[in-house]
């Protein structure tokens, strides 16, 4: 499987870029599957189904109760079509809603107990699940610390969690790590008070079918004027066939506090595509800074477009606090459909949201993809950098939203998404809203490169670069700033892309 | 009940009462157009399309009563040379106008042609506004093609000796008007229409123009001052081979304005422009929607659209650009740009792109924000009393805008209205 490589690139485009964007839509690393025995729930969905995956959590009734009347509200609601995204119709009925290795039927007590073809399953994807440092030494990255870093990683396997490392060391901070059912059963007080604050059950089509038959995901809570010990992360892997994995994150950033998140993703090549639905929810009180990266890296199908993964995610922060900051980093790789839209509500005075965004849509892949900034409070900040690329007869997306209410007084957006099309079969779209209701805020689209860092441009030209130079340089090095932002565990898959620059693009 | 099902039963409610005239070369067109609505149905505030407008005024089945405004000023365009039409209320005075007849030009009315069976704009009435309506359904565009009851029929042979201006008066408080000009240029003929005063109470007008190889229709239309009536405009313009097409538009107040402007770039080399400048206050509410298609190699087009909002107006600007998967080479730029002079007006834009060919550069641009203080504090300190501070300013923010206009002695008149309107606080 290859981008066709008799393709014809327009002159202008850089061939490194080229070269990156075929590497990336080549083979897909992740196809293969683990060969394990697996329970499954009765296929399709309806409210005995909701109840036996609240059963089998071993959830408390108000739980299930929560999950009932999403699914209520799920059967009035209808699947949204207003996203540049075509699809054959997805029979909700035909599909798995729950699946676990039988190995998880009896939770093992300690990662020591886990199923070992499980543990080799993440070990063959490079996500040991061993207390030990990792990635001491990636390759290329010569400013990885010697004795390499933490990370604590709670595995999702299909619809369960198969361990969370780092726990007992996190107890220690007071940090709160673990699978959002035993977060249900342990902390049902931080649960009930969070839980749906931030993604309302009804929030649209999706978010509600996951608040009814979510399965598993990760839990955090980081108390107040902690700063995490160590990066956080979740690996999703779905594998078993014709089945839907629907996970929930919360986090929960108390007041001062600081956390670094990540999250991967990755499915086995299958003829047949694949549901899956998530929902983040991110609760920052005042002060508290979070940092969320993810590189998705589902299966996006073949190159006639057979098979991959529908990732419909709703994910979304609340800087409830002020002085709180969020920043999303995604590298958007995968995937046969991506409708995904990360989002920051910036309710606290001075709050800050960031999104970055590389999205890359090899084949037949197609990305919808951007962000909402939702200004509330006074002097709140957000910043968007979308970089969307296309190739082989993909489409890409970029759909966003900008609000300042009357109330966010003096606050600021600064909009940036650059698209590049690489062949004349692919399409790039751009589609942002800007409400703006006062008049002390600032905002500003794609406005002139002249809005590039002037002491960036100041230090090129110093050095004898003429001005347009010097802002072709500081623009097309954002792909390698948003890559700059991800955490250091994803090096591998940055070193893939940092070939990529943005010249030539379309607009 | 769903959308849809709303839909019907409000357009129904709608056109009770209303009678098509299925009479000579225009019957079939509008039996059509008549179809497509019914099949769209009218739109509604859920309608995407009509996110930061409310499309209520233009479809009640009563007209929002507008009452006549004073206004001692001559008509904007009087003090050029050109060949002027009027319509009072809808309907052509042959008392104040210069005559339907102009060298190169055949003008002609749709209502005294409604007798004849054949007739040059037969191919072209509701032709271009059916083509408009996808990929974004613009029912009341085909309302208009089904009901209008007056407009120019515009057949451009030659370029004539001078522009020509249709001036709308308007004496009811409750008239309620739908005009639909037909313009045909042929090849290589050039043409400039003004437009200014207001139609009507409410209005519902629509221009099809289609432009031959070489040919230019430059447009130019002042909506004056009028401030309670409600107007509705569309332009369809199709272009051919290195045609060109320029549109600018002056709004000063009205409570409603949306005005569309749809254009298909069909020919290699062909240039659209569209532009707009539009100062509002208090409950004034004003939409520039733009759909742009380049089907075509080379098309150039630019959409500039300068705002200044006070006292709680409101600006919208909805902008698109489609690049079909052949049209290479393509230049398209956009840009709207809003100056908010106090917290309770708003702005809110949608800027798209759609872009199906590689070879392209596509750039849009949006920017909102406050008068700059240091520019206001720079004018105050050299004696610049506030208000004029403020209106030399605002006035260089819609300069961008009014550039546009290449012509000259045009440009001239439109910038001494503005200035006349700052003065007076509209």
Known sequence: MSVATDMEVKEGVDQETVDAVREVGGTYKYGWDTEIEMEYAPKGVNPEIVRLISDKNDEPEWMTEWRLSAFKRWEQMAEPNWAMVDYPEIDFQNQYFYARPKSMVEKPKSLDEVDPKLLATYEKLGIPLKEQMILAGVEGREDAPADGRKVAVDAVFDSVSVGTTFQAELKKAGVIFCSISEAIREHPDLVKKYLGSVVPVSDNFYATLNSAVFSDGSFVYIPPGVRCPMELSTYFRINAENTGQFERTLIIADKGSYVSYLEGCTAPQRDTAQLHAAVVEIVLEEDAEVKYSTVQNWFPGDENGKGGIYNFVTKRADCRGDRSKVMWTQVETGSAVTWKYPSCILRGNDSQGEFYSIAIANNRQQADTGTKMVHLGTNTKSRIVSKGISAGVAQNTYRGLVSMHPKAKSSRNYTQCDSLLIGDKCGAHTVPYIEVKNNSSRVEHEATTSKVDDEQLFYCRQRGMDEEEAVALVVNGFCKDVLQALPMEFAMEAQQLVAISLEGSVG | MSLAQTKEKATKERLTSME??????????????????????????????????????????????????????????????????????GIYSEEFSDGLSIDGVTLELLSSTSDVDIHWAKSLYGSLEKKGQKPVARPLAAFNSAFAQEGILMHVKKTPPKPISLHYVRESDVSDVMLHHVVKIDE??????????????????????????????????????????????????????????????????????RNETVIEMRGDDGMAHVA???????????????????????????????????????????????????????????ISQSLLLDDDSQFLAKPELEIYADDVACSHGSTSGAIDEEALFYLRSRGVPAEEATNLLTLAFLAEALEEVENQEISDVLNAHLEGCLKRGC
């Open chain 2, 188 to 257: 290589g003929a050039s043409i400039t229409i003004l437009e200014s005063g207001d139609v009507a109470a409410r209005c519902n007008m629509a221009i099809e123009a289609e432009i031959e190889k070489d040919g230019q229709l430059n447009h130019v239309r002042a909506q004056g001052r009028d401030h309670e009536r409600n107007a509705l405009t569309h332009i369809f313009a199709q272009l051919e081979e290195q045609s060109q097409f320029k549109s600018f538009c002056l709004t000063m107040n009205g409570v409603l304005t």
């Open chain 2, 20 to 89: 098509l005239p299925l009479k000579g070369w225009s019957a079939s067109a509008r039996s059509d157009a008549y179809d497509r609505l019914m099949g769209m149905g009218l739109p509604v505030r859920r309608d995407e399309y009509w996110k930061y407008t409310r499309p209520d005024a233009f479809t009640s089945a009563d007209v929002p009563r507008a009452a006549v405004q004073e206004d001692n000023d001559a008509p904007i365009f009087d003090a050029l040379d050109c060949h002027k039409l009027v319509f009072v209320d």
């Open chain 2, 276 to 334: 707009g400048a539009s100062v509002g206050d208090g409950d004034f509410h004003h939409d520039d929607t733009v759909f742009i298609t380049h089907d075509a190699l080379r098309g150039e087009s630019r959409q500039v659209f300068k705002k200044v909002l006070r006292n709680g107006a409101t600006g919208v600007f909805q902008g698109k650009i489609l690049v079909k998967p052949d049209a290479q080479k393509t230049d398209g730029y956009q």
